[in-house]
């Protein structure tokens, strides 16, 4: 089956990160609704991997940095996220968000990459 995309790959994945990192800021901000928002963001990763499809640059920059969070189908890394206590979900969120975390970094990628390929 074929489907009809209604946007751009690349503001549609830009839009998908910019989501998971405001539910991973929403987890850390708010302890009584981490896990609401932790699955929340893993919500984006079916999105994300079926869309990554589109761009062999962009999904093997997706798999090389943040493959655990898309391409575990069972989503393993977001539920130990939502369930590890508070000092390691910080350090393990820390890595992502903010102006030196993995989902700018992917921005950056999606941004800058040679398009669709």
Do not use: C
Not at 26 to 45: K, N
Not at 75 to 103: H, M, Q
């Amino acid at each position: 089956m074929t489907t009809t995309r209604r946007s751009e790959l690349a503001p549609f994945i830009v839009d998908l990160l910019d989501f998971m990192e405001e539910k991973i800021q929403e987890a850390v901000a708010d302890e009584a609704s981490r896990a609401v928002a932790i699955g929340e963001a893993a919500g984006a990763a079916p999105l994300l991997r079926d869309r990554l499809r589109e761009d062999d640059f962009m999904k093997a920059n997706f798999m090389l940095l943040f493959e655990h969070q898309v391409y575990d189908t069972k989503a393993s890394w977001w539920k130990y996220l939502a369930t590890v206590d508070r000092a390691e979900f910080e350090k393990e969120t820390a890595g992502l968000v903010g102006p030196e975390g993995i989902l700018t970094l992917l921005r950056t990628v999606v941004a800058e990459g040679p398009g669709i390929s």
